[in-house]
Every structure is written in structure tokens, then in C-alpha cells.
């Protein structure tokens, strides 16, 4: 399978634990995104990276959120110190450079206790 | 106003009918216009995209965008079982602005 993976599938947590997912793009996409989508709602960006730069953060992603993507392959989020309203699936996407289709992995579903 | 409407259902249709999902938005600036499908508990899956005014048809599934009327759609024909998902309109300038996404039930 050469689609975008992401792992783990499912994270069940206690309030105040810290939590780190892992996503891999399709090996030669070069852009790779983070989205949350919470129930009833479409996903909303959280950040992307080009290579190794993280080139947009949004508003959504406190200082408690924590995106890399050191070697410009694979990226981790962490999420520090976890609440109840973090509780969703966290979905990754890549693409090529200078395209604008964007194929999302399976995501990661975050439940805080 | 949110930048992306979209009505989430449930809409209820008889296998074999035809189905209509439609998203109206605000930005004149939008450019790049996209159908995703999302089954449960998957990953957002790239059904259409287009950038201008007009049809783009693609097997059963049909994309019109209305740039004058901030107004894009979805068909799909002879509707099957396995077309139950829910359906997200998107649409980007930079980053992709999603909506709601619409719950759709095949009916067998």
C-alpha cells in the first residue's frame, strides 16, 4: 500500500497526558498537511510543511501542539498536556509540489478521558 | 457567515435516483473547487476537483460550479448502496476550506 499511513489508529488518554501520532506521505510528495475534524464537521488545517518547513501554523494549534518533520519525511504531532476538547480524529494529507490534489491517510482517532 | 456552507443532511434516497449535493460559499476569491467522499471512520477520499465555471463528469458523478452565484454541486446517478458516505465539499485560495460535509443514505 502506497497511500498515506498514519499510526496509531485510535489513542484513548487521560486529561494531562501527552500524546504523539506519526504520519508518512506517499514517499515522493514533498507537502505534507494536519487537519482535525471533529463529529459533524469537515477537517480544519492545523499546519503544513514543505520538506522539512513548517511554512503555516493556524490559530487552532495552541502552544500545546507540536508539529516536525525533521528529514522531511515522515512527521509526528504532539499534543501536550491533553484536554477533553483535543478529543478527535487528526488527519494527515500530502501532495506534490505544484499540484492541488491532496490525498489524506485513514487519521489518528483521539479520545481524552 | 462561514466561508463554506453546506447542508449536513441526512438525506435519505432511494437506491437508482438520482442525488443533488450542493455548497454555497462566500469568498469570490476560491479557485480550486473539490467533491471528497468519507466513509466512516476513513480518511477523506478525492472524488472531483475542478478550477472553472461549468459540468465536469466523471463516470456517474457529475461537478458543476457557478462562480457568479458562489454555488457548486454534486450529482451522482443511478445511486447504489455503496455510495452511502458523507460528501465534502472543499474548496482552497491557499489552504483547503472544507464543509460540513453532507450524511448521504442509499436506500437498497
Known amino acids: 500500500d502506497t497511500g498515506v499511513s498514519q499510526n496509531p489508529r485510535h489513542k484513548i488518554t487521560k486529561r494531562g497526558q501527552n500524546v504523539t501520532f506519526r504520519c508518512d506521505p506517499i514517499s515522493e510528495h514533498n507537502r505534507l498537511y494536519w487537519y482535525r475534524q471533529t463529529l459533524g464537521q469537515g477537517p480544519e488545517f492545523l499546519t503544513y510543511?514543505?520538506?522539512?518547513?513548517?511554512?503555516?501554523k493556524s490559530r487552532l494549534l495552541s502552544d500545546r501542539f507540536s508539529a516536525e518533520r525533521p528529514k522531511g519525511s515522515f512527521s509526528t504531532l504532539e499534543i501536550q498536556r491533553t484536554e477533553q476538547g483535543d478529543s478527535a480524529m487528526y488527519l494527515c494529507?500530502?501532495?506534490?509540489?505544484?499540484?492541488?490534489?491532496?490525498?489524506f491517510g485513514p487519521g489518528t482517532r483521539l479520545t481524552v478521558l | 457567515q462561514k466561508e463554506v456552507e453546506q447542508d449536513p443532511g441526512p438525506l435519505s434516497v432511494p437506491e437508482g435516483a438520482i442525488v443533488s449535493l450542493n455548497c454555497t460559499y462566500s469568498n469570490s476569491a476560491f479557485q480550486y473547487f473539490m467533491w471528497y467522499r468519507q466513509y466512516s471512520r476513513k480518511g477523506p477520499e478525492l472524488l472531483m476537483y475542478t478550477y472553472s465555471s461549468g459540468n465536469k463528469e466523471d463516470g456517474r458523478f457529475t461537478a458543476q460550479v457557478d462562480k457568479s452565484s458562489k454555488y457548486i454541486s454534486l450529482f451522482i446517478r443511478d445511486s447504489q448502496p455503496s455510495d452511502s458516505a458523507t460528501y465534502l465539499c472543499a474548496m482552497r485560495i491557499d489552504k483547503i476550506i472544507f464543509g460540513k460535509g453532507t450524511r448521504l443514505h442509499i436506500l437498497p
Open positions: 510543511f514543505q520538506n522539512e518547513a513548517q511554512l503555516e
Open positions: 494529507a500530502s501532495s506534490l509540489d505544484g499540484t492541488d490534489t491532496q490525498y
